[in-house]
């Protein structure tokens, strides 16, 4: 009945904002807190522009959802993230991006200067990660775009000292971050998985085709040995590949005794083919066991991403005089399109590591009266098994055609009305592989919204 409750729970909310069905906003009501200003650290769920600049801002983009104000094609398209409508539910100002630009490929119009903007508090950034500067799409990762991806330590940082050091206390804080962290190791992992089984299904391809080719020669061992030291010279040529290795092995061959026959594609061929079939099996399974062994440091780095945000919010945030921080846990990527195209032991992967940054956060922020803690990751969890009651009409598939000749970045960051896919995709969950609509945006901040008046702060 879990479900059940939190549908529940998110209809109350629309009713005591004021803004049942699908209306935009979450509506406006008395506050029993009067903030001066929202600020939000993260990613790029509640990133308001940081890359609205160059080619971005060309193609009409700039944020991580269907773009642009198209509420006259359809009411929910506002073009609005969580943190968006949050800040008009609590009477602050438009949020807008604290630093803009790009460090990317200036031929493809990504390399604009990073501007910093004076009184614009939403410092977070597509890509950026708890504390390391590298996340997905930065220039060091070979992006041609060029994501400047500041990790929350430093957003934190760069608002202290845009501020004078000090919180005033009445600020809305908003922090959402770790979803860059798990998608990064997960792309590092997917990569040195990937090169194991390269590497292992390399080397059956070789064994497998020495020794079947060595078999038809009168003397097999003498065969072997002269086809593997052709191979081995052939390999380590520059520019050498798998066909002209197996031409080599075959010519080794056929001019040893009795095995003339191999220059025959009728008899070679069959081996050939034996021979890929191995080193796909070799390959797939070097690739698994790789990924298996290393799962756990990921789950390790998570649960250690969780904590650094926990001491970011101590020491950085409530230590320095914020007395109102909301804190979003990370919603359940495993059910987001990009987590549904994984295998069952990938997905099983992604649930541990949410699970280990998600409970760090649940560990280390107990008992903070300045915070609250926002489940994400079970309303999400319950979206995507119970959408009906969301108002959710498709949870699994992207409202943004993210071919090439639809979208050049195959990103809802430049996803827009011009670019969605046909049909009504208006109450579709996501934009893209991970990032919601506009309409999702909407029940998040909904749920936030849900959270603080639980707690007394709206």
């Known amino acids: 009945m879990r479900h059940t409750k939190l549908a529940l729970a998110a209809m109350a909310l629309a009713v005591l904002a004021g803004c049942g069905g699908t209306d935009p906003a979450p509506g406006n009501q008395s506050v029993k807190v009067k903030y001066s200003a929202q600020v939000s650290f993260g990613d790029s769920l509640s990133d308001v522009g940081s890359y609205a600049v160059g080619t971005v801002a060309a193609l009409k983009g700039g944020k991580f959802t269907i773009n642009g104000d198209n509420t006259a094609v359809n009411s929910t398209f506002t073009g609005k993230n969580w943190t968006e409508l949050l800040a008009a539910q609590i009477g602050a100002a438009a949020p807008c991006a604290a630093v803009t630009g790009l460090d990317g490929d200036a031929t493809k119009g990504f390399s604009v200067p990073a501007t910093a903007h004076a009184g614009c508090y939403g410092y977070a950034m597509g890509g950026s990660r708890v504390t390391n500067p590298v996340g997905p799409s930065n220039k060091l990762t070979g992006s041609a775009l060029g994501a400047l991806t500041y990790p929350v330590a430093t957003q934190i940082a760069n608002h202290l000292k845009a501020v004078g050091g000090k919180f005033k206390g009445d600020e809305l804080v908003l922090v959402m971050a770790g979803g860059n962290d798990a998608l990064f190791q997960l792309g590092a992992l997917s990569a040195a998985a990937t090169a194991a089984g390269t590497t292992a299904g390399g080397q059956a391809y070789v064994q497998s085709l020495v020794s079947q080719l060595a078999a038809k020669a009168t003397n ?205 995709v208006s109450h579709w969950s996501f934009a893209d592989d991970v990032h919601p609509t506009p309409y999702n945006n909407l029940l998040l901040a909904r749920y936030v919204s849900m959270a603080l008046v639980t707690k007394g702060w709206l």
Do not use: W
């Not at 003498?222 to 031409?247: C, D, H, K, M, N």
């Not at 949870?395 to 639809?406: F, N, Y």
């Open 220 to 424: 097999p061992a003498t065969a072997a040995a002269a086809i593997t030291a052709a191979v081995g010279v052939e390999a380590a040529r520059t520019g050498s590949t798998q066909e002209s290795i197996t031409l080599v092995a075959i010519g080794a061959t056929a001019i040893q005794p009795g095995a003339s026959s191999v220059a025959d594609p009728t008899v070679y061929g069959p081996i050939v083919a034996t021979a890929k079939t191995t080193a796909t099996t070799a390959g797939a399974k070097a690739g698994a066991d790789y990924a298996a062994a290393h799962g756990t440091d990921l789950v390790t780095a998570m649960g250690q991403a969780g904590t650094e945000l926990v001491a970011l919010v101590k020491s950085q945030l409530i230590a320095n005089g914020a007395n109102y921080v909301v804190v979003n846990n990370l919603p359940d990527v495993a059910t987001t399109p990009a987590g549904r195209s994984k295998d069952a032991s990938t997905q099983a992967l992604i649930n541990a590591m949410v699970t280990a940054f998600n409970t760090a956060l649940s560990t280390g922020l107990s008992g903070e009266s300045k915070v609250v803690l926002v489940d994400v990751f079970a309303v999400s969890h319950d979206q995507a098994t119970n959408p009906a009651p969301y108002g959710l009409t498709n949870v699994s598939e992207t409202a943004c055609d993210l071919t090439t000749a639809k979208n050049p970045l195959g990103s809802s960051l430049v996803c827009n009305a011009s670019n969605l896919k046909s049909g009504d």
